[in-house]
T-cell receptor, first 114, second 117 residues
């Protein structure tokens, strides 16, 4: 069954700690994305990657970091520099960054920082 | 810059009633348009998409949407709503960044649908 998995579903951290959210896809897609979702808002792009070993900042990259060492994996680290990290995080993928825009989404990770 | 407006933050309909969710976009060329649905605590699922051709597109779960260029709209409709349709619905437009050629999705802020028995 092809798809995108994100783990864990719920994550709790203390303020000041870095935390890494996992995203894995077995769709053989080249492009992967991380979005942040807050209540009453649409999705905002944090980072995206077109290809292995390459990634670019999105609209709200400050306080976040990513890596893309394997095609199927695109982990997101929420650092202590992120001022308001509590949110719902969604990972997505698409066959190509220059394709028809369609993206496939994972189930999301809800991060709570106290 | 491209933008998407969903004017209704929250809509409540009775089960069995018809539904229309509004979406307006701003884009210079022919847009690539999408509707996604999100159940509480879940990811987004694609309902339908419009790239070109017939302006009335059919999607999953009995949904359809009509592209109206003159109104810059892509409203989502369903003739008879089921309780399981309660969710949040997002309209999105495909956006191309001319400097990099990158293609991205620009999302509206969503419409939360509540279904009354």
């Amino acid at each position: 069954d092809g798809g995108i998995t994100q783990s864990p579903k719920y994550l709790f951290r203390k303020e000041g700690q870095n935390v890494t959210l996992s995203c894995e896809q077995n769709l053989n897609h080249d492009a992967m994305y991380w979005y942040r979702q807050d209540p009453g808002q649409g999705l905002r792009l944090i980072y995206y990657s077109q290809i292995v070993n390459d990634f670019q900042k999105g609209d709200i990259a400050e306080g976040y970091s990513v890596s893309r060492e394997k095609k199927e994996s695109f982990p997101l680290t929420v650092t202590s520099a992120q001022k308001n990290p509590t949110a719902f995080y969604l990972c997505a993928s698409s066959p190509s960054i220059a394709g028809n825009y369609e993206q496939y989404f994972g189930p999301g990770t809800r991060l709570t920082v106290t | 810059a491209q933008s998407v407006t969903q004017p209704d933050i929250h809509i409540t309909v009775s089960e069995g009633a018809s539904l229309e969710l509004r979406c307006n976009y701003s884009y210079g060329a022919t847009p690539y348009l999408f509707w996604y649905v999100q159940s509480p605590g879940q990811g987004l699922q694609l309902l339908l998409k419009y790239f070109s051709g017939d302006t009335l597109v059919q999607g999953i779960k009995g949904f359809e949407a009509e592209f109206k260029r003159s109104q810059s709209s892509f409203n989502l409709r369903k003739p008879s709503v089921h309780w399981s349709d309660a969710a949040e619905y997002f309209c999105a437009v495909g956006t191309t960044y001319m400097d990099t050629g990158r293609r991205a999705l620009t999302f509206g802020s969503g419409t939360r649908l509540q279904v009354q028995p």
